[in-house]
């Protein structure tokens, strides 16, 4: 395959309502920012593009929470975010705002170009409407009591008390939260996006093109969304904070954020251009451009299904790839800032990074520990304990320690100057870390192209390994003894040392896209430039050259103290305090629920497990694709489940339950990770979860509605 010409990276554009916690850094801009690094190294053409989504209900809604102006929100948190993200070095080429005026200039032209050529569609729909203020109500300006939980103030897109996802159909006596009146329902015409159109297009491109080279998961989610059939979807609606729709009968109406945000990639790219003196259009509209989003789960159908779409119609480059990594859950629990539940980047930069003289360590602490959890192919968690235990064991004990020894061991036995390298008492041992260092260049290239971050960082710090076994070894300290003795000694300390040195220079080369503080201390303490960290130099064995002084070695990670880690637990502590306050005042004031009947005697209750031994199970999404009845077993039913990802043969005891023809279609919860087991002479690939009523009659545990087969459950 050829080298692309040029390269558009792309990191999904954040919510400027509020601060981002370490889950949305780990999804979608360090990986990003890996892969550029990466890429800037091998001298490639490369533009990253990001900026702050500043559109959408969200946006009004935090105003309100405030006491201020959409506007006022905006200018407070994006200066936070992009500071954050300079903190933790995440290094955007630009970072854009979609309220600045070249943004609405593209998004309205987009939408322009679309309506004039017939690729969109207007449609009349009934809608809330608030009387008192006029005007249209979004479905978070709606609020009403919850019909699962009974919440008063369940909003009109969910239920933050149980977590159910809602229309505002569905919300019992709702209300307007602009002015506390009942709503009432008007007709309103907007423009729709007919997917349904696309269907084939989509099917050929994603599934034919790209099933192969894509994530498993990423391409699962959009063949259930595809299979399940597409609809029109609005990219209007009724607000007055937004782009306005710049067609005639449009009055009161702006584009919907999810049709303006990614159109942000296009129009960031147009001011890095004016900034820099370039011209934007290559990068959107040539084909030897290589495009990459990423992104987190959440945003696939987006940047899968829809954006490609929008790019088709309107002529320009569709993705290479969408490496989407799923969700990063924090002690155990998902990561909501509502809720207070997560570690947000400021907060971290705060306690962590400011308290350093400069350097940048904790930043690459962090950055460190977020890719060796990287949820690439399924969600993971953060805790504190595992980031004081990979920091301290890996990071410091492996990596920073073989810096640090061949250092010290340099000065104290080559007078601080690199040492020559006698090839005619080279050994196997020399041999081999030479092959290494070699190998290791083949290894993290081919996995850094593969988007598998976490598994190319692994090769840096193994090759670490390797390098404090070598020195091990070679025993270069006990070799002085030999000194008066053996002529040969000095040369012996001379070669082990030089292989050290040089692979030193090389772990700063490899390590650099995934830590660039750490990579630039490596740097001043060899007295090189920022030149030797491109990726021509990685696995030469001639970085650093023979009777070079170096300076004294320098601590790259310092240790992390137990009171450190006790002060992060203590702060979830008093989050989790305050969520079961909240819940027992709830509880203790919630309407009393109607009787059920009598039930029948609870179980024994089983043993107490521990969080560890309920992570083992993998808990997804599936949909039943088709069930018979096992042959002489009254209670067995075969059935198929699709997965997202494939599909599973699955034996469940529901025949006495369900008639096989009832159940196509339903969606389950499925346990992914059970041993396959043989019934009736078919192997059983995993279980369906059911539950049991006070009758005796099994109901399936699935989602409240419809949701991509594979998703995973926590």
Not at 635 to 644: F, Q
Request: glycine share 6%.
């Amino acid at each position: 395959m050829n080298q692309p010409k040029r390269y558009l990276i792309t990191a999904a554009l954040p919510y400027a309502n509020g601060l981002k916690h370490i889950g949305h850094l780990a999804g979608a801009y360090l990986p990003a920012d890996i892969y550029v690094r990466y890429l800037r190294a091998q001298q490639r053409d490369v533009v990253f593009i990001c900026g702050s989504d500043e559109h959408g209900t969200a946006i009004p809604i935090q105003a309100m929470k405030e006491g201020t102006t959409a506007q006022a929100i905006i200018d407070k948190y994006h200066p936070i975010i992009k500071q954050n993200f300079d903190d933790l070095g995440i290094s955007f080429d630009i970072y854009h705002r979609t309220s600045a005026p070249i943004h609405h200039e593209t998004a309205q032209e987009f939408f322009k170009v679309l309506h004039q050529n017939g690729d969109l569609e207007t449609k009349e729909t009934e809608q809330y409407y608030d009387e008192q203020a006029k005007t249209f109500l979004a479905d978070r300006y709606i609020k009403g009591t919850c019909p699962n939980c009974a919440n008063p103030n369940a909003y009109g897109d969910q239920c933050e008390k149980c977590g159910t996802s809602l229309s505002p159909d569905e919300l019992i006596n709702p209300i307007s939260t602009l002015s506390g009146n009942a709503p009432v329902k008007k007709a309103t015409t907007h423009w729709y996006l007919p997917l349904n159109r696309h269907e084939d297009f989509l099917r050929e491109w994603i599934i034919k093109e790209h099933g192969n080279d894509w994530r498993a998961s990423v391409v699962g989610q959009c063949k259930s969304w595809i299979d399940g059939g597409l609809q029109p979807r609005a990219v209007t609606r009724d607000l007055d904070w937004g782009i306005k729709v710049p067609v005639e009968g449009a009055d009161g109406k702006v584009l919907y954020v999810w049709f303006d945000a990614p159109i942000g990639y296009i129009s960031a790219t147009k001011q890095w251009a004016l900034d820099n003196g370039k011209n934007w259009e290559p990068y959107w509209n040539d084909k030897e451009t290589k495009l990459v989003h990423f992104i987190g789960k959440d945003n696939i159908v987006f940047h899968c299904i829809i954006f490609p779409v929008m790019l088709k119609l309107h002529g320009n480059i569709l993705p290479d790839n969408v490496p989407a990594n799923e969700f990063m859950n924090l002690e155990g629990d998902k990561m909501s800032t509502s809720r207070g539940w997560s570690i947000e980047m400021d907060d971290y930069i705060n306690d962590w990074v400011k308290k350093e003289n400069g350097g940048g360590q904790m930043a690459d602490a962090l950055r460190y520990y977020l890719t060796t959890i990287a949820p690439e192919t399924k969600d993971s968690e953060f805790t504190w304990k595992g980031f004081k235990t990979a920091y301290t064991s890996e990071l410091s004990d492996i990596f920073g320690n073989f810096v640090n020894r061949a250092f010290v061991l340099m000065h104290k036995l080559c007078g601080g100057k690199v040492p020559p390298f006698h090839n005619d008492l080279v050994d196997d041992k020399d041999k081999e870390l030479m092959e290494d260092i070699k190998a290791t260049k083949e290894k993290v290239e081919t996995l850094i192209e593969q988007y598998k971050f976490r598994d190319a960082q692994n090769e840096v710090i193994d090759l670490a390994r390797k390098g404090n076994k070598y020195l091990q070894e070679k025993a270069p300290w006990a070799k002085v003894k030999e000194l008066a003795e053996n002529p040969e000694a000095q040369k012996l300390i001379d070669n082990s040392l030089h292989l050290s040195l040089q692979l030193t220079a090389n772990l700063a080369v490899f390590i650099n896209p995934f830590l660039p503080f750490t990579a630039q201390k490596m740097l001043h303490m060899m007295k090189v430039v920022d030149k030797m960290l491109q990726w021509e130099n990685a696995g030469s064995l001639k970085l650093l050259s023979v009777g070079y002084t170096l300076r004294a070695p320098e601590i790259l990670f310092r240790k992390i103290e137990d009171s450190e880690i006790a002060a992060q637990t203590d702060k979830l502590k008093v989050v989790l305090e305050k969520q079961q306050a909240a819940t027992a005042a709830t509880s203790a004031t919630a309407p009393a629920q109607p009787a059920e009947k009598a039930a029948k005697p609870e179980a024994a209750p089983k043993a107490e497990i521990q969080y560890d031994d309920f992570a083992k199970l993998e808990l997804k999404t599936g949909t039943i694709v088709s069930a018979e009845k096992v042959e002489k077993a009254d209670k067995l039913l075969k059935l198929s489940v699709d997965l997202g990802t494939g599909t599973r043969t699955i034996v469940s005891g529901i025949a006495m339950h369900y008639q096989p023809d009832q159940i196509i279609g339903k969606q389950v919860v499925v346990v992914a990770n059970l041993a396959p087991r043989k019934m009736r002479g078919i192997e059983s690939q995993g279980m369906i979860l059911m539950a049991e009523d006070a009758n005796g009659k099994l109901h399936f545990v699935n989602p409240e509605e419809k949701i991509n087969p594979g998703a995973g459950v926590s």
